[in-house]
Nanobody, 125 residues
């Protein structure tokens, strides 16, 4: 089970940090991803992180602004979002995958086994 927290309303240029708490399974065995879905658009993966946190991946539109991290001792993955833009407005989901190698699957929603419920991020202009 995954529970995403931390969404809200923020002005453009501001920051938010999302967190996703995992329970019920061995968290450190799963690569983790953050996805988002804006109204009328397809779900896209914005960031991924390997099981031990040694490698991270980002889609081009968030590179340099978003940072994914994890704390396996706390069963939690984070998404720090800086310099937010109105186009970042979306429902954000965390997801877990056991697929390896993670680098070949991190952005593919069909490779993720477990999903959180989503948290809404709204960036006002």
């Amino acid at each position: 089970q995954l529970q995403a927290l931390g969404g809200g309303l923020v002005q453009a240029g501001g920051s938010l940090e999302l967190s996703c708490l995992a329970s019920g399974r061995i968290f450190s065995l799963y690569g983790m991803g953050w996805f988002r879905q804006a109204p009328g658009k397809e779900r896209e993966c914005v960031a991924g992180i390997t099981r031990k946190g040694s490698d991270t991946y980002y889609t081009d539109s968030v590179t340099g602004r978003f940072t994914i991290s994890r704390d396996n001792a706390k069963n939690t993955v984070y998404l720090r979002m800086d310099s937010l833009k109105p186009e970042d407005t979306a429902v954000y989901y965390c997801a877990a995958t056991g697929f390896v190698p993670f680098r070949s699957a991190w952005s593919r929603a069909d490779k993720y086994n477990y999903w959180g419920q989503g948290t809404l991020v709204t960036v006002s202009s």
